[in-house]
C-alpha cells in the first residue's frame, strides 16, 4: 500500500476495518482505501479508491514525472508465498592429481 513517498523505510500502522483500510504513521492518516474480501474472507480481493491525505511528511524531492491512478497502481497485488523445495545434494566430485614437472 502507498502511505507517503517522504516516509520511504519508516513503519506504518494499516488498520483494517471491515471495508475501510487506513495507512497510519504517528497518528497521522496518510492513505485510505476501500477493500472487498476474497470468499474465504481472510484474503483481499481487491484494494480500489485511493484517496491520499496531505501530510507534512512529503517527500522533499520533486516527482519527475506527474504519475495518475491510470498510469501508476498505489495497491499492487502480490503473489501468493510458496514453499521452496530443499536443494538436491550434488554427487561427491574428486578432482584427480595433475602430473606436475620434477623441479630440481
Known amino acids: 500500500m502507498y502511505g507517503e513517498a517522504g516516509l520511504t523505510g519508516e ?21 485510505q482505501y476501500t477493500v472487498q474480501y476474497q470468499a474465504d474472507h481472510h484474503h483481499l480481493k481487491t ?16 516527482s519527475l514525472w506527474d504519475l495518475g491512478d ?8 502480490v503473489r501468493p508465498y510458496v ?5 538436491q545434494e550434488l554427487p561427491e566430485v574428486v578432482q584427480t592429481m595433475l602430473p606436475l614437472d620434477d623441479v630440481g
Do not use: G
Open 11 to 31: 513503519a506504518v500502522a494499516v488498520w483494517l476495518y471491515e471495508a475501510e483500510l487506513l495507512v497510519v504513521y504517528e497518528d497521522e492518516f496518510l492513505a
Open 47 to 62: 484494494v480500489t479508491e485511493p484517496r491520499l491525505y496531505p501530510t507534512q511528511h512529503q517527500s522533499p524531492q520533486l
Open 83 to 87: 514453499v521452496r523445495r530443499e536443494p
Open 70 to 77: 491510470d498510469t501508476w497502481r498505489k495497491a499492487v497485488p
